[in-house]
């Protein structure tokens, strides 16, 4: 009788890690800038649309969570899609806030950088687990997606204030993880999918942004 050994994938040189550091980062860069054209190829776009834009852009998310198990090219390919495609479902709702207050943009933009910047370095640089907060975090997503479900039925004071806030919290432990991950991963063809999360924080944290700046009091 053969005893079974759990099969483990060895740690990626440093050299490697810097390499998918890299790739991934390239990959969210130019995945952001498809982000940007769709924005701009859909500023004309009415909400239905959008809503119809979001689900494909969300069945091409989770085409490439298949796909990077069987070939990094389609992932990559459904990476961009993804890209443009949330660009596109996204552009009503930006073209609300340019065209009454353009700068709100500019300053939901230069705030998600700062943000990206700030969480993202404490998570690729410490050495604390970050699972726990993780999981944390994502149940109180699951909770936020909730409240924000109620305040569409119910005028709670302050609502959106207390959802952003509440957002941005989240997505900092959220980003952090993503960037940990990006440091801890044994598997350098990770690279797509550790670019769809960490853009997936970008864009959130944007959304964010742009609602807390551009609320009326």
């Known amino acids: 009788m053969e005893s079974s050994t759990a099969v483990t994938q060895p ?3 440093r050299e490697e890690t810097g390499t998918l550091l890299g790739q991934t980062m390239g990959l969210v860069a130019v995945t952001a800038g498809l982000f940007a054209l769709g924005a701009y190829l859909g500023r004309d776009l009415s909400y239905g649309w959008g809503l119809i834009l979001f689900i494909a852009s969300f069945g091409c998310l989770i085409g490439l969570n298949v796909a990077a198990q069987r070939s990094e090219r ?3 390919t459904l990476l961009f899609a993804f890209g443009v495609l949330i ?3 996204t552009a009503p709702t930006i073209a609300y806030y340019a ?3 353009p700068q709100v943009v500019w300053q939901a933009g230069g705030a998600t950088a700062l943000f990206i910047a700030g969480f993202g370095a404490f998570g690729y640089a410490t050495r604390r687990d970050l ?3 993780a999981r944390a975090c994502f149940w109180a997503l699951i909770a936020l997606i909730i409240f924000g479900i109620v305040l569409i039925f119910v005028q709670i004071p302050n609502g959106q204030l207390i959802y952003a806030i509440l957002g941005l919290a989240i997505f900092a432990g959220l980003t952090a993880f993503d960037f940990q991950r990006l440091r801890r ?6 690279a797509p999918v550790l670019a769809a999360s960490i853009f997936l924080d970008i864009l959130n944290v944007f959304l964010l942004f742009l609602s807390l700046f551009g609320r009326n009091d």
Do not use: E
């Open 11 to 13: 740690s990626l040189t």
């Open 74 to 76: 389609m992932a990559i």
């Open 87 to 89: 660009g596109l479902a």
């Open 99 to 101: 065209s009454t207050d």
């Open 131 to 133: 699972s726990a907060i």
């Open 185 to 190: 991963t044994r598997d350098i063809r990770a």
